[in-house]
């Protein structure tokens, strides 16, 4: 079985991503795995590494695939780095099976 880049925790699900800024277009990539066995979730945007402008661009494209607002999605690991670990607010039981849409191959 292959690892889901998120686990679900009290009030929603916690999501490990791996952000490539500066790329040609805004895009979730899909899930790519990790030297630690685990898995990230790669997205790509086109907003630059600067100021936490490809962190806001991060949430928004998140926030616009998924049809949520962008207050439920919280960077709280990783705000200078390409991995980054987000809290996602909401039902979790909804949010796990939105997950496992996107993630599933």
Same mark, same amino acid.
């Given at each position: 079985m292959k690892a889901a880049p998120? *686990?679900?925790?009290?009030? /929603?699900?916690?999501?490990? *991503?791996?952000l490539t800024p500066k790329a040609s277009r805004d895009r979730i990539e /899909? $899930?790519?795995? $990790?030297?630690? /066995? /685990?898995? $990230?979730?790669?997205?790509? $945007?086109?907003a630059v590494p600067e100021d936490g402008k490809a962190n806001a661009a991060? *949430?928004?494209?998140?926030?616009? #695939?998924?049809?949520?607002?962008?207050?439920a999605i919280e960077i709280v690991q990783g705000a200078t780095?390409?991995?980054k670990v987000l809290v996602i607010t909401g039902d979790a039981d909804?949010?796990?099976?939105?997950? #496992?849409?996107w993630t599933a191959t």
């Amino acid at each position: 079985m292959k690892a889901a880049p998120f *686990v679900v925790i009290d009030g /929603g699900i916690k999501l490990a *991503v791996r952000l490539t800024p500066k790329a040609s277009r805004d895009r979730i990539e /899909g $899930v790519a795995a $990790v030297a630690d /066995g /685990g898995a $990230v979730l790669k997205v790509s $945007v086109t907003a630059v590494p600067e100021d936490g402008k490809a962190n806001a661009a991060l *949430v928004k494209l998140l926030a616009k #695939e998924w049809r949520m607002p962008k207050s439920a999605i919280e960077i709280v690991q990783g705000a200078t780095d390409r991995r980054k670990v987000l809290v996602i607010t909401g039902d979790a039981d909804q949010l796990r099976q939105r997950l #496992e849409q996107w993630t599933a191959t």
